[in-house]
């Protein structure tokens, strides 16, 4: 019993210590040297580490903390496709932006004229794989238009699909248009386990069910 008077007495006494921390604290309290706000003391912190503190948050000194520093300029560059200015990014630590086309020909890659020949799409895309996607959401785009069963055509599964090119688009020359790669004889839907199935060389199973006949 002695025992828990004591601790009681203890918790009694630690809640009026802190009571007057708060009120001395209160009565000259620290505010944020960015803002100016009232830094406060959080529930169940200690009033002496507020004290040390100079600002309201990490925002404030992240904000104050970077007033001094010297602001990155853009750089300017010249559109591969179109030519024109644009500003393509901040210039760090002596490094600039690595982009090559201005955000109108950069994202206007689907409504590329079908007489776009292969080689202009991987002039103006950034990297292989760039062009390679650029030709692929064209191919399902058309796929979609020209009103095709959204479904695989080998299996019938509906839920996913994949547009692939019957005739693989490394197999066109480079001269070739859009409109011959992504000609809707040469697209088919597939689900991604027959699509592998078609893409790693299972292709006379894949061609048979879905009725085609491989292009040459």
């Not at 520093?69 to 030519?83: M, S, V």
């Not at 011959?180 to 292709?203: M, Q």
Request: aromatic share 6%; net charge positive.
């Amino acid at each position: 019993m002695a025992t828990s008077a004591q601790s009681a007495g203890g918790k009694v006494m630690a809640v009026r210590q802190r009571e007057e921390a708060l009120a001395r604290y209160n009565a000259a309290p620290k505010f944020c040297i960015h803002c100016g706000t009232k830094i406060q003391v959080p529930e169940g912190g200690r009033v002496h580490d507020i004290r040390s503190k100079k600002f309201c948050d990490a925002s404030c000194a992240a904000s104050h903390n970077n007033l001094g520093a010297p602001r990155a300029r853009r750089d300017t560059a010249l559109c591969r496709r179109c030519g024109g200015a644009f500003a393509r990014g901040r210039i760090r630590g002596g490094r600039a932006g690595k982009a090559k086309f201005c955000p109108d020909c950069r994202f206007d890659k689907l409504s590329l004229p079908p007489a776009t020949t292969k080689a202009e799409v991987f002039r103006v895309s950034r990297s292989w794989q760039s062009a390679r996607s650029t030709i692929q959401r064209i191919a399902r785009k058309t796929y979609l238009r020209q009103g095709s069963p959204r479904a695989c055509r080998v299996c019938g599964y509906s839920t996913h699909f994949e547009v692939c090119h019957v005739r693989p688009v490394a197999s066109f020359p480079m001269e070739a248009t859009l409109a011959e790669i992504n000609a809707p004889s040469n697209l088919v839907a597939l689900c991604p386990t027959h699509h592998w199935e078609f893409d790693h060389g299972i292709e006379s199973q894949v061609v048979a069910g879905a009725g085609l006949e491989p292009a040459t």
